[in-house]
């Protein structure tokens, strides 16, 4: 097992825990080089940043772009190694938060179609902080107003796909979310990639979308991918010059996938992407 993590998330968006406690959590469980990747927000970082060099933990500034690709494709594209206070950075990602509450009442909507009452109030108060409400708080309500057993059987029907709850949005444009992290001096990460409804012509096509927009690397190692996925994109990476990422994707305890601070290890071929990363606290 690796000691590295370079995506999970903090109740800055839609984590359960604060940015300080999900590295401690890390920490506990060995991780030597962490990166928080908030959805859409960087507000998390300086908190998180300060108690990983406490501990002396290597840290690396994230986040997490919702983008919209090939007009129907919601994506999500890591930065590794921004500074979180460039200009271009900060405005764009204050563009996508600000659909956030809109798309969430039209959820709400959705949900009280099939007469599940109150979901936008019940969501709006598991969610720390108002902009980044989301799929994860709406998840959480389902659970606690006894819909459903658990957040992973939430997705199973309700909120994805054309279920109750699913509501379309635009999200940033993949040359923009690209663009912003390379302004802030970030390399751009194609999110688990197993995650996506693409076979093998879309991949490829949106590979070298993200490359001609200046994407440097691909999450191989990720919570939500198979050991068939982690082989299979280790050869993508390998085949189309790109570097290799792990990350857990944690979000809360309890709500499945891989705990935070451990990953796979990379198979050989892989080029790290961490190779490319100065962290800002020594291990």
């Not at 999500?76 to 500074?83: A, C, K, W, Y």
């Not at 688990?192 to 440097?216: N, S, V």
Request: charged share 20%; net charge negative; proline share 5%.
């Amino acid at each position: 097992m690796a000691t590295i993590d370079l995506h999970f998330h903090s109740n800055a968006s839609d984590g359960g825990l604060a940015p300080g406690a999900v590295i401690a959590r890390a920490h506990e469980r060995g991780a030597t080089l962490v990166a928080l990747t908030d959805h859409d927000c960087t507000a998390g970082l300086a908190e998180a940043a300060a108690t990983a060099a406490s501990l002396g933990v290597g840290f690396v500034p994230g986040v997490e772009i919702s983008v919209t690709w090939n007009q129907r494709h919601t994506l999500h594209i890591v930065g590794l190694g921004i500074d979180p206070a460039h200009p271009a950075l900060m405005a764009g990602l204050k563009s996508i938060r600000d659909g956030r509450i809109e798309r969430a009442r039209a959820m709400s909507a959705s949900l009280e179609a099939v007469g599940i009452r109150g979901a936008f109030e019940g969501a709006m108060a598991l969610c720390d902080n108002p902009e980044m409400i989301g799929r994860t708080h709406f998840a959480r309500f389902l659970v606690q107003a006894g819909h459903v057993r658990d957040v992973k059987a939430v997705f199973r029907k309700y909120l994805t796909g054309n279920k109750p709850g699913y509501v379309p949005h635009q999200w940033a444009g993949l040359a923009e979310a690209v663009g912003w992290i390379r302004a802030a001096g970030g390399i751009a990460v194609i999110a688990h990639p197993g995650r996506y409804d693409m076979g093998r012509t879309l991949i490829e096509r949106l590979i070298f979308d993200f490359k001609d927009a200046g994407g440097e690397a691909i999450e191989v190692v990720s919570g939500s991918h198979s050991l068939d996925d982690m082989h299979r994109f280790a050869l993508i990476a390998d085949r189309y010059g790109l570097l290799a990422s792990a990350g857990s994707d944690f979000h809360a305890p309890g709500e499945g996938g891989r705990d935070v601070g451990s990953t796979t290890d990379l198979p050989p071929v892989c080029v790290p992407v961490w190779t490319r990363l100065q962290p800002l606290a020594a291990a």
